[in-house]
């Protein structure tokens, strides 16, 4: 069944995700937060900074934009550095539409908190804006 997905980081790990789920056929939306990688995936489709020697599928589309990411969207993927998860998750609160799935494939510990990333976006996340939570 065609999903439509959230991927919330386009480093090495959120870029080769949103390949991998967009040749099993589902939309992919790529978020990041700097505009010249952002172009970069939509006008070159590639993402040289973190791999380097790949083209990616011109169906992926990049943004900047965290409610456009969003819109729509069956599943939201946090792929972010772990210092960043809580405030992206912020944002992500009262953007969420319907009951999207909530995955993350980020490793490691907040600093602060000693709190793992699961736990983070239960803190941060309205219970009745996701279904699940789930690690990849």
Not at 60 to 79: R, Y
Not at 104 to 128: M, N, V
Request: aromatic share 4%.
């Amino acid at each position: 069944m065609k999903q439509k997905i959230a991927i919330l980081g386009a480093g090495s790990w959120g870029t080769a995700l949103a390949m991998v789920l967009k040749d099993n056929g589902h939309d992919v939306c790529l978020w990041g937060n700097n505009a010249s990688q952002i172009e970069e995936i939509n006008t070159n489709h590639t993402n040289h900074q973190y791999l380097p020697e790949v083209i990616l599928n011109e169906e992926i589309h990049a943004t900047k934009d965290l409610a456009k990411a969003l819109s729509g969207a069956n599943a939201v993927l946090f792929v972010l550095p772990t210092k960043v998860i809580r405030l992206v998750a912020k944002q992500v609160a009262p953007l969420l539409e319907g009951n999207p799935v909530i995955i993350h494939a980020s490793k490691g510990l907040e600093q602060e908190s000693y709190l793992r990333i699961s736990e983070i976006l239960k803190q941060e996340l309205p219970k009745d804006k996701y279904q699940n939570i789930v690690v990849l």
